[in-house]
């Protein structure tokens, strides 16, 4: 079964740029994943899905602070000019036939 | 503007029953999968079950099959999940969420509903 992996905190100064990885099992690295962003007391938020060759495409109203990539079986998110707002839990998610999967979440704290 | 709109939730003794409903407005709901995603206090996200454009395909985490059930209404734009004999484990904030096409990366979230089992 596919498994995620993402480090459990993180943390950047205000106005600097910060990478958070979710990583893939080896034997599913060519999968696409989903981020999400999950604000303090509220719902999550579909940031956007990237794909194994590094492209990605994000959810309406996400600004462009916000990017994905791709190393082997690394996916990564960017948030670049840190807000405060960013300051949240977010999540990777990928999906195979019946079945979906989440990691563990990584906790990003703007300093 | 796409809107999911859980209710339902509630305080539910151990081994009862109750029935989650998300209404869903502003995007042509019969095009897309849809999801029952949960999230028990203080956890991360557990997804819980997944039903077809049309309602012909079903899918579950082991740990709800038999004892969940998720359907959808075309008509009233109404997702739902019957849960029953209910554990203390299955205390959570369920979230339903729109399939993005028949992809399955979550592009629409609820805000939620809390159920909670206890005696």
């Known amino acids: 079964q596919v498994v995620l992996t993402q480090s459990p905190s993180a943390s950047a100064s205000l106005g600097a740029s910060v990478k958070l990885t979710c990583t893939l099992s080896?034997?599913?690295?060519?999968?696409?994943i989903a981020w999400h962003q999950q604000q303090p007391e509220k719902g999550p938020r579909y940031l956007m899905k990237?794909?194994?060759?590094?492209?990605?495409s994000k959810g309406d109203g996400i600004p462009d602070r916000f990017s994905g990539s791709s190393s082997g079986a690394e996916r990564y998110l960017t948030i670049s000019s840190l807000q405060s707002e960013d300051e949240a839990d977010y999540y990777c998610?990928?999906?195979?036939?019946?079945?979906?999967?989440f990691g563990g979440g990584t906790k990003l704290t703007v300093l | 503007e796409v809107q999911l709109v859980e209710s339902g939730g509630g305080l539910v003794q151990p081994g009862g029953s109750l029935r989650l409903s998300c209404a869903a407005s502003?995007?042509?709901?019969?095009?897309?999968?849809m999801t029952w995603v949960r999230q028990a206090p203080g956890k991360g996200l557990e997804w819980v079950a997944n039903?077809?454009?049309?309602?012909?395909?079903?899918y579950y985490v082991d740990s709800v099959r038999g004892r969940f059930t998720i359907s959808r209404d075309n008509v009233k734009n109404s997702l739902y999940l019957q849960m029953n004999s209910l554990r203390a484990e299955d205390t959570a904030v369920f979230y339903c969420?729109?399939?993005?096409?028949?992809?399955?990366?979550?592009?629409?979230w609820g805000q939620g509903t809390l159920v909670t089992v206890s005696s």
């Open positions: 969420a729109r399939c993005h096409g028949s992809s399955w990366n979550f592009d629409y």
């Open positions: 502003g995007f042509t709901f019969s095009n897309h999968w």
């Open positions: 039903i077809k454009e049309d309602g012909s395909d079903e």
């Open positions: 080896s034997r599913h690295s060519g999968y696409a």
């Open positions: 990237v794909n194994s060759d590094g492209s990605h």
């Open positions: 998610q990928t999906w195979d036939t019946g079945i979906v999967v």
